[in-house]
C-alpha cells in the first residue's frame, strides 16, 4: 500500500491538457457558490482567492462582479486554458498562480473571501489546506468549500490508502462526513453554515465516464477578528 506522500498528482494536469482548451467538469459555476454567493461574499469584499481553481468555472462568479481575482492551481494547463478562455470572451483574467499550494507564498490576511470547491479532498493534508487558506484572509473574511463523503461515486475507486483515502487516476481522494470537517477546522473560524447535498455529473471524458452522482459536505466559514 502507497503512502499518502507517494501519491502522484499528475492526473489533474493530464486531464487538462486532454481537454484542448474545452471547459472542464461541466463547465458551470458550482450550483452551492450560486445559491449562497451573497452569504460567501462579506460586506464590501474586493479580493478573492480560488484555491485549486482548475480552468476557472468558479472564479467567474467573481470577476464578473468586477472584484480581484487570484486563481491558483497545481495545472498550469488548466490556467493556460482559463487565460485563453478570458481572451476569446474579451475578459481581463484573474491573477493565474500555477504550483502546490502548500509551497506558494503569499503574505497574510490579504483577501476578504476564498474558495476551493471539490478540491480540499485532494490535498495531502485537508487540515494543512484549509488552515492556510483560513490565515490567507483578514478577519471577517469566508471561506466556502466542500469535501466529498463516503456515499459519494468516487469512493472506493483506486488503491486504498487508509480507511477512508483513495488513490484514483494519479490523483488523491480523502472522504469526510460533515462532523469529520468541523473536528478539522482551524479554532479561529466560525461556521456560517453547513449541508450535505447530492448532485448529478455529466460524462467526464477518460477521468470517470458516464453520467454519475456525487455527495459533498458544504461550508461557509468565517475568520474571527
Not at 103 to 109: C, M, N, V, Y
Not at 153 to 177: H, P
Request: proline share 5%; net charge negative; charged share 25%.
Amino acid at each position: 500500500m502507497a503512502s499518502v506522500s507517494q501519491v502522484s498528482h499528475d492526473g489533474w494536469d493530464r486531464y487538462y491538457q486532454e481537454q484542448e482548451g474545452a471547459r472542464a467538469w461541466n463547465g458551470v459555476p458550482d450550483a452551492f457558490l450560486l445559491e449562497h454567493l451573497d452569504s460567501i461574499l462579506p460586506y464590501k469584499a474586493a479580493k478573492v482567492i480560488d484555491v485549486a481553481a482548475g480552468d476557472g468555472r468558479n472564479s467567474e462568479p467573481f470577476l464578473d462582479r468586477g472584484l480581484q481575482v487570484v486563481s491558483t492551481d497545481l495545472s498550469p494547463a488548466a490556467l493556460v486554458s482559463f487565460r485563453n478562455r478570458c481572451r476569446t470572451e474579451g475578459k481581463v483574467p484573474p491573477v493565474l498562480i500555477a504550483g502546490d499550494f502548500f509551497a506558494l507564498d503569499f503574505a497574510p490576511e490579504q483577501f476578504d473571501c476564498a474558495v476551493c470547491f471539490n478540491s480540499i479532498p485532494h490535498f495531502d493534508s485537508p487540515a494543512q489546506a484549509l488552515d492556510k487558506i483560513a490565515r490567507l484572509l483578514v478577519a471577517g473574511g469566508r471561506i466556502a468549500f466542500n469535501c466529498f463523503t463516503s456515499n459519494d461515486v468516487a469512493f472506493g475507486q483506486g488503491e486504498r490508502l487508509g480507511a477512508n483515502r483513495f488513490s484514483y487516476r494519479d490523483t488523491l481522494f480523502t472522504f469526510m462526513a460533515e462532523e469529520e470537517v468541523h473536528a478539522i477546522l482551524p479554532d479561529f473560524v466560525t461556521v456560517i453554515r453547513s449541508e450535505t447535498r447530492r448532485w448529478e455529473e455529466p460524462d467526464h471524458g477518460s477521468y470517470r465516464s458516464g453520467t454519475h452522482t456525487h455527495e459533498a459536505c458544504f461550508f461557509i466559514v468565517e475568520r474571527s477578528s
